[in-house]
T-cell receptor, first 116, second 113 residues
């Protein structure tokens, strides 16, 4: 059974800092990984989707990396801003050989607060 | 373009009552999902559907039922509500499984007293 872990559970940083959020997964036979953002009381918004053939994906100040062999992904946020305050979740699809379950497995998220 | 629409946004139920959470998507997505999110936790899959007329259980299906009579709609039925079902429920859809970006609704916050 795929398990996804995110560390730390919460993070508070001053504005302007660069920061890294971590995601680890137990079964490396995945074909992509997604990072989502969730604002309080809202649904999830997809930020980045990394295919297994890619090692990095960038969108603005966000950079996500994927290392399948070690079962890890990181989300790097450059020059953090108060507007970045939210919960960030990573999610993986079923392992490529698992045809029985067809939905994403989510980590519990990292709650980020950027202090002005 | 509405995306994924969930209703109601908030609901309070008494123990033993029943209700249906509605979910509609206008993107012609084949795959639809219901997740629940408990405080400080990730999302757990309740049910999913790969197309009209086809549904399957996720991790935590007990106490819930779904149907998928059309591509657009995927309602979630709670029978005999229990306090353990107090949670935020999210509906999501995608064009195919895993490989495409998942689009989420805004969520339905349910409290069972």
């Amino acid at each position: 059974k795929q398990e996804v872990t995110q560390i730390p559970a919460a993070l508070s940083v001053p504005e302007g800092e660069n920061l890294v959020l971590n995601c680890s997964f137990t079964d490396s036979a995945i074909y992509n990984l997604q990072w989502f953002r969730q604002d309080p009381g809202k649904g999830l918004t997809s930020l980045l989707l990394i295919q297994s053939s890619q090692r990095e994906q960038t969108s603005g100040r966000l950079n996500a990396s994927l290392d399948k062999s070690s079962g890890r992904s990181t989300l790097y946020i450059a020059a953090s801003q108060p507007g970045d305050s939210a919960t960030y979740l990573c999610a993986v699809p079923p392992p490529t050989m698992d045809t029985g379950r067809r939905a994403l497995t989510f980590g519990s998220g990292t709650r980020l607060q950027v202090q002005p | 373009n509405a995306g994924v629409t969930q209703t109601p946004k908030f609901r309070i139920l008494k123990i033993g009552q029943s209700m249906t959470l509605q979910c509609t998507q206008d993107m012609n997505h084949n795959y639809m999902y219901w997740y629940r999110q408990d405080p400080g936790m990730g999302l757990k899959l309740i049910y999913y559907s790969v197309g009209a007329g086809i549904t399957d259980k996720g991790e935590v299906p007990n106490g819930y039922n779904v149907s998928r009579s059309t591509t657009e709609d995927f309602p979630l039925r709670l029978e005999l509500a229990a306090p353990s079902q107090t949670s935020v429920y999210f509906c999501a859809s995608s064009y195919s499984t895993g490989a495409n970006v998942l689009t989420f609704g805004a969520g339905s916050r349910l409290t069972v007293l």
